[in-house]
């Protein structure tokens, strides 16, 4: 079997290729949308830290708005229609214990996901979101599968 | 005046103010898709940077640490016949290992100058931090009969040492150009002194060394851009006059600030003070990296 390119998306960055990958990433309170178009069997993922630019300072895909806007253009430049695409949305735990509310980034960053798909009309066909645990997750381009697993406490603790 | 215009007149002079209004209209719209094209230029510039650099960390970066790995390796191997290979291949570990530590600091440079750098807070042992910058500083010591007395005082009642909230990969570059500048300013055989300790949650780490020294008129520059302060002593510099500007931008970031005590000719002494941070935690440490995905994996 041909061995898959592999990619480690960084926190703030967002991925998107004509050929198959196989991109891995981890999240905290970080979400990523994976957008998947299985007509073209193309796929891009990205991992954003923050829901909102608040335009002052680079329009970074750091930001929610921004990375979903600049992931959807992505892939209607790799030949996608905005119709054909669907969502896998994951993140956006509570790592750190909080009760102050505007800590509460995981909440933030997946309203504002579950906001700009829905004006988008891109339908989400799968989501692990919230939780108290961080994850790992490894998107397959070209069949749009994401593989999950769950990062348990102790080894966040033991660094 | 106006009194006295004609209704035929007033209609001329509305007419004619009316295409006005048009031609300004049609010209306020030229300019807006004109302003479109050059923003979505400098969209593309900003795609094309980002990925440049995301890129190129990695496609330089990963050989390097493949090239140090490897040359180490071969580096513990102890056959007699072997030493020409191992001085050969010191070499090429401490080229590289060189390359890497300056590359480092010109991606993080472009960095800060792009505005896209952030903290990265993680749990950190700063004790296990320290010890891999100095090992990873071993050749270059050993190069110039150097050696490094080590102190922690930390309050090792709580082990604060071990468990201290700041971003490890940020403060291992500011250790390393502060250990690095203080191998290069250093005579052969000289010792560098590290100290650290935390105090009320504020991180504080000495590095001296008792090379060249800098003059109090140079003290005031040595932490802006390029400058790098001409010594006389060229075959000890190397660098890119990088090292300190990017401490200071990245310990300003993290609330920190950074000292120096020196004189000509009596060596130099940098403290770092960083206060542990109240961020949020994001990101976990290489164990999460190192995780493989099997059958137990959900899939979506």
């Known amino acids: ?159 | 005046m106006s009194e006295h215009l004609t209704d035929d007149e007033l209609i001329q002079e509305l007419k004619r103010r009316f295409e006005q209004n048009k031609k300004s209209l049609k010209e306020l719209k030229e300019l807006n898709n004109e302003l479109k094209v050059v923003n979505k230029k400098l969209e593309e510039s900003e795609a094309l940077k980002t990925h440049f650099i995301s890129n190129i960390t990695n496609e330089i970066i990963n050989p390097f640490t493949s090239i140090i790995g490897l040359s180490k390796a071969i580096l513990s191997v102890d056959k007699e016949n072997w030493k020409k290979v191992i001085s050969m291949v010191a070499l090429i570990h401490s080229e590289a290992f060189n390359l890497d530590f300056q590359l480092r600091n010109i991606f993080v440079a472009a960095k800060i100058e792009a505005g896209d750098i952030y903290p990265e807070i993680l749990r950190v042992d700063v004790q296990n931090l320290l010890e891999s910058v100095i090992e990873s500083f071993k050749f270059e010591l050993r190069k110039k009969k150097m050696n490094i007395q080590f102190n922690l005082n930390g309050d090792s009642g709580n082990n604060q040492l071990a468990t201290f909230k700041t971003d490890p990969e940020k403060l291992k570059l500011i250790i390393a150009n502060l250990l690095s500048n203080a191998i290069n300013f250093s005579f052969e055989g000289g010792v560098i002194e590290i100290d650290a300790r935390i105090k009320d949650s504020v991180l504080s780490i000495k590095v001296r060394d008792h090379g060249i020294g800098i003059s109090k008129e140079n003290q005031k520059i040595i932490f802006d851009r390029f400058k790098r302060v001409d010594s006389g002593i060229n075959s000890l510099n190397r660098g890119h006059g990088l090292g300190l500007s990017i401490n200071k931008a990245i310990i300003d970031m993290l609330n920190g600030y950074i000292d120096i005590e020196s004189e000509l000719g009596k060596g130099a002494c940098f403290t770092i003070n960083i206060p542990e941070s109240e961020e949020p935690i994001e990101g976990f440490a290489t164990d999460a990296n190192e995780m493989f995905f099997d059958s137990d994996s959900e899939v979506f």
């Open chain 1, 1 to 159: 079997m041909e061995e898959l390119k592999q990619h480690y998306l960084y926190p703030a960055a967002l991925f998107a290729d004509k050929e198959p990958h196989v991109v891995n990433t981890i999240l905290g309170s970080c979400v990523a949308v994976c957008l998947y178009d299985p007509k073209t069997k193309r796929g891009g993922i990205n991992h954003y830290m923050l829901p909102l630019w608040n335009g002052q300072g680079l329009a970074s895909p750091k930001y929610g708005n921004i990375a979903i806007e600049r992931l959807i253009e992505r892939m209607i430049a790799l030949g996608s229609s905005k119709a054909d695409l669907q969502a896998k949305v994951f993140g956006g735990g509570e790592v750190i214990e909080t009760n102050i509310a505007n800590f509460q980034i995981g909440d933030r960053n997946i309203k504002i996901a579950l906001e700009l798909l829905g004006e988008h009309k891109i339908p989400i066909v799968a989501k692990s979101l919230g939780g108290k645990l961080g994850r790992k997750i490894e998107f397959l381009t070209h069949t749009g599968e994401v593989r999950q697993k769950y990062i348990q406490k102790q080894l966040i603790q033991s660094k």
